[in-house]
Every structure is written in structure tokens, then in C-alpha cells.
T-cell receptor, first 114, second 116 residues
Framework: AQKVTQAQTEISVVEKEDVTLDCVYE???????LFWYKQPPSGELVFLIR??????QNEISGRYSWNFQKSTSSFNFTITASQVVDSAVYFC???????????FGQGTTLQVKP | GAVVSQHPSWVICKSGTSVKIECRSL??????MFWYRQFPKQSLMLMAT?????????EQGVEKDKFLINHASLTLSTLTVTSAHPEDSSFYIC????????????FGPGTRLTVL
């Protein structure tokens, strides 16, 4: 079965704190893709990152970083020095290599308080 | 990235009427588009894959006669909710994928449908 689990439903932090959003996936495919999207209150999903199953190298983009570990089937997302503008729902998704379909996790609502 | 528009951004209709939602790829030709539905405080659920020039592929549990998809050109896909009922009220989102199934999808701004 293909599945994505984001166990944290809601997280609340104070501005400047670091926060990690967890994502665990399940698939039997050897080739797959992992994504993170941000959905601000406006509703439009914003693409953040794509990772393929053969690339476990961690990535950093400004205050954002991602940790991909195949051994634990996890693709966690860390925001360093969080800001109020980071408040949004964050979705982790598993992409199927043959069809391009995305399977989304339930999402984590992040609230950053000033 | 890719620029995707949807029209209308919101619509309110009476139960029993049909509603058409348009999804346009503004900056490239999309042979494949995806339609999702998102209920309040829930995740996105894929409804169907829209293929230009052929029939859409529906996910299990999605009624193809109720949710009509037409992908008549490389820049336009439409979703028609036929005989809408209050339980069809939701946020409908389309996406496009550039360059193949291994790439990221870019999403439209969504259409909020409210059926009275």
C-alpha cells in the first residue's frame, strides 16, 4: 500500500524557534518521489521541494532543510528560526513514478506566534 | 515553475444544478492535469487524471458520471459537477505536471464550491 503519515496534526511555536515537521511514507516501489508543499490560508499550494528515492542527500534552502532517510522511510522538514509568515498547512506527498500521481499526507498545521 | 489558473475562484449554487470549473495552464502545454478535492481541514484527495484528447482516469470511488472531466486542449481542462448536492461542497484544485511523472505538480488557486 502507498501511504503518507504526518503524525503531527498541529504545531504551535513562538517566532524564532526551530520546528521539525515529520513525514513517514510507505511504498513497495523502488523508484518514487517525495515532495513537500505549503498551503497558506489563501489555499494555493506552493511547491517546496522534490526528492527522488535514489537521492538521500539532505538539502538546505535558506531557513528550510530536509532530512531524507530511506532506512526509516522518513522525509522530515525543519524550519529554522521560524517566522509568522511560515504559518500554514504543510503537506508531505509521495509521488508514483509511473503515473505521476501524488499521495498526500494529512497535513500539519503550523502556527508561529509572534 | 508553472502558472495555473482556475475559474471561478468560488461559486455558490442550488442543489441539483451543475457547475463547471475551468483549469488553465498559462505558460506551457499540459498533456496531463490532475483534479483534487479538499474538504475543510483535510488533505487533498486525487479525483482523476485528465488526459488531453482522451478520457479521464478516475480514482476508485469517484463517480465519473457525476464529475465530468473534459481536457479538450493542451491548456484547458474542465470539471463539471453534475446535479450538485450539499455533500459536494468542497475546495476543488487542479494541477499540472511539466516534463513527466517524475516532476513536481504545480497547483491552481482552487475553486470553492458551496451547494445550498
Amino acid at each position: 500500500a502507498q501511504k503518507v503519515t504526518q503524525a503531527q496534526t498541529e504545531i504551535s511555536v513562538v517566532e524564532k524557534e526551530d520546528v521539525t515537521l515529520d513525514c513517514v511514507y510507505e511504498t513497495r516501489d523502488t523508484t518514487y518521489y517525495l515532495f513537500w508543499y505549503k498551503q497558506p490560508p489563501s489555499g494555493e499550494l506552493v511547491f517546496l521541494i522534490r526528492r527522488n528515492s535514489f537521492d538521500e542527500q539532505n538539502e538546505i534552502s535558506g531557513r528550510y532543510s530536509w532530512n531524507f532517510q530511506k532506512s526509516t522511510s522518513s522525509f522530515n522538514f525543519t524550519i529554522t528560526a521560524s517566522q509568522v509568515v511560515d504559518s500554514a498547512v504543510y503537506f508531505c506527498a509521495l509521488g508514483l513514478s509511473n503515473t505521476g500521481k501524488l499521495i498526500f499526507g494529512q497535513g500539519t498545521t503550523l502556527q508561529v506566534k509572534p | 515553475g508553472a502558472v495555473v489558473s482556475q475559474h471561478p475562484s468560488w461559486v455558490i449554487c442550488k442543489s441539483g444544478t451543475s457547475v463547471k470549473i475551468e483549469c488553465r495552464s498559462l505558460d506551457f502545454q499540459a498533456t496531463t492535469m490532475f483534479w483534487y478535492r479538499q474538504f475543510p481541514k483535510q488533505s487533498l484527495m486525487l479525483m482523476a487524471t485528465s488526459n488531453e484528447g482522451s478520457k479521464a482516469t478516475y480514482e476508485q470511488g469517484v463517480e465519473k458520471d457525476k464529475f465530468l472531466i473534459n481536457h479538450a486542449s493542451l491548456t484547458l481542462s474542465t470539471l463539471t459537477v453534475t446535479s450538485a448536492h450539499p455533500e459536494d461542497s468542497s475546495f476543488y484544485i487542479c494541477s499540472v505536471q511539466k516534463g513527466g511523472p517524475h516532476n513536481e505538480q504545480f497547483f491552481g488557486p482552487g475553486t470553492r464550491l458551496t451547494v445550498l
